[in-house]
């Protein structure tokens, strides 16, 4: 099994930063895909970015691209994501995903494990 916890989510004002964190235990996922993605209220999920844990390649959401960096530390096992220049229209739950296999694309259903989210709430 494994389990994904993330941290790190908190209020801020319109160009502020803030970092998440997600810590990965359980099965060993050298060849997943781990990415972030965001609910906010009444909306689907939203495909964030990803990052290879292999290679480290990364893609990213045109809505975010330029202001958020993913990233991950192979020895603690921990994924990052910095959020700079935030804005109001960033407010949602964000939730680390590990892939089911070696390759994803940017659906929820290419991922398979779950944590149970972070709040980010931008203030204008």
């Known amino acids: 099994q494994v389990e994904l916890v993330e941290s790190g989510g908190g209020l801020v004002q319109a160009g502020g930063s803030l970092r998440l964190s997600c810590a990965v235990s359980g099965r060993t996922f050298s060849t997943a895909v781990m990415g972030w993605f965001r609910r906010a209220p009444g909306k689907e999920h939203e495909f964030v970015a990803r990052?290879?844990?292999?290679?480290?390649?990364?893609y990213y959401a045109d809505s975010v691209k330029g202001r958020f960096t993913i990233s991950r530390d192979n020895t603690k096992d921990t994924v990052y994501l910095q959020m700079n220049s935030l804005k109001p229209e960033d407010t949602a739950v964000y939730y680390c995903?590990?892939?089911?296999?070696?390759?994803?694309?940017?659906?929820?259903?290419?991922?398979?494990?779950w944590g149970r989210g972070t709040q980010v709430t931008v203030s204008s």
């Open positions: 990052i290879s844990w292999k290679d480290t390649t990364t």
């Open positions: 995903a590990k892939s089911w296999t070696s390759w994803a694309g940017t659906k929820p259903s290419d991922f398979g494990s």
